[in-house]
């Protein structure tokens, strides 16, 4: 009976996690914006820069959010918003290869790279809803025939505050938005180029918050603070690296045996024809300083390995450490990302505030899967089932 009783719980819980959330018709229509602070480490949060973020944590919910291996931006993005890890939803990395399609960077738009998952701004459009999309990996792309209402093409050059007054506009149009998404891409490049620790990673952090500030008050001057859930996500952390933490591959396999499609705190490779077996006796074992798998190898804790846009060989450095070949050297290091997802530096921010949202939990156990579902709910409409857990994110609803 224990058994019994266990299991249903379990079932119900699942259940909450993908069920359309029942409205008031007479109140007016909420909100739900997905706002993503690119590397936004977890602990950036007590540094004492942030004084909106702050607030709407403890107002809210909170907690360190694991990212889906690789802990990279573009994989990290899609997992958010389709509630499955890269592995499933098939953007494996910054750059991979179909073996169809061929070669993906983070400016490919074709359809065929991203139509093995479904976005939640589809989901919402096809139950009904309006979406826009302030930048968003995936977003320029038409995805089962269908786009957000509202988005534009990836601009770096556009301001944080100009994003935030762009999105803005969309909400004054009639009729408005139901969901929008919101991309902050300057914390992620100032710890890339002075270090997760540096002064000017700490003032992108704060010129973050201000943005969100500014767009809490525009949200106040349009009477929609009350009836918006905002829901404040990074997509990995980030961890120093350093010129004295370099593992040049040329040393470990003679290039010319090898394509390194991608290097960094995480590499993926791929044998020459005819030299499989040399490159996997080479390569794939515990190194000084990282570890070298199969496709078929890799640990099961990861959740990669059975797609086929996963490379034959893939590498992970130890935090701090990166991979790179002599042709491409290192000659600048200040962080990096994309190392083991269950590492403290790769922890990334997770908060949940609004009218559904309950106040000062703090959420354990937290993953990026978990977004795509509370989203679900916030909106009311049921998504795609996902690789999830309801009861990570049900203690963050207002009972």
Not at 102 to 112: I, Q
Not at 128 to 153: C, D, H, N, Q, Y
Not at 287 to 305: K, Q, Y
Request: some cysteine; glycine content about 8%.
């Amino acid at each position: 009976m224990l058994r019994f009783m266990i299991v249903l719980l379990a079932l119900l819980l699942a259940a909450c996690a993908t069920a359309p959330a029942t409205r008031d018709p007479g109140q007016p229509r909420p909100l739900t914006i997905l706002v993503s602070i690119d590397g936004f480490r977890s602990d950036y949060l007590t540094r004492g820069v942030t004084p909106q973020l702050s607030r709407l944590a403890a107002e809210g919910a909170t907690g360190s959010m694991r990212p889906s291996f690789p802990s990279v931006t573009f994989p990290n993005h899609y997992t958010l918003v389709t509630g499955l890890h890269p592995d499933h939803h098939g953007i494996v990395g910054n750059r991979f290869v179909d073996p169809v399609l061929g070669g993906f960077t983070m400016a490919s738009k074709e359809t065929g790279f991203w139509d093995q998952a479904e976005p939640i701004w589809v989901t919402a459009e096809k139950a009904g809803l309006k979406a826009a999309t302030m930048f968003w990996p995936g977003s320029e792309t038409e995805i089962r025939g269908v786009r957000p209402s509202w988005w534009l093409p990836f601009d770096q050059a556009v301001s944080g505050d100009a994003r935030v007054d762009r999105l803005l506009a969309w909400i004054d149009e009639t009729p408005r938005p139901d969901f929008a998404t919101l991309y902050f891409d300057t914390v992620d490049t100032a710890g890339h180029t002075f270090g997760p620790a540096a002064p000017e990673t700490d003032r992108a952090v704060a010129d973050v918050d201000m943005s969100i500030a500014r767009l809490i008050s525009g949200l106040k001057d349009r009477g929609l603070w009350e009836t918006t859930t905002l829901v404040v996500v990074a997509d990995h952390g980030m961890a120093a690296t350093s010129l004295e933490r370099v593992i040049y591959l040329d040393d470990l396999i003679d290039p010319a045996r090898v394509t390194v499609l991608y290097a960094g705190a995480l590499a993926s490779i791929e044998p020459v024809a005819g030299h499989e077996a040399e490159v996997e006796a080479a390569l794939v074992k515990r190194h000084p300083h990282g570890e070298c798998w199969t496709r078929r190898t890799i640990p099961a804790r990861f959740v990669l390995g059975s797609n086929p846009r996963v490379a034959s060989i893939v590498c992970s450095a130890d935090i701090g450490w990166l991979f790179a070949v002599r042709a491409r050297p290192v000659t600048a290091t200040g962080g990096a990302h994309g190392y083991d997802n269950a590492a403290p530096e790769m922890q990334a921010l997770f908060i949940a505030h609004g009218p559904g949202i309950a106040q000062g939990v703090v959420l354990r156990d937290l993953d990026s899967v978990d977004v795509q579902p509370l989203l679900g709910r916030l909106l009311g409409i049921a998504v795609p089932a996902g690789d999830g857990r309801a009861a990570d994110t049900l203690p963050a609803m207002r009972r």
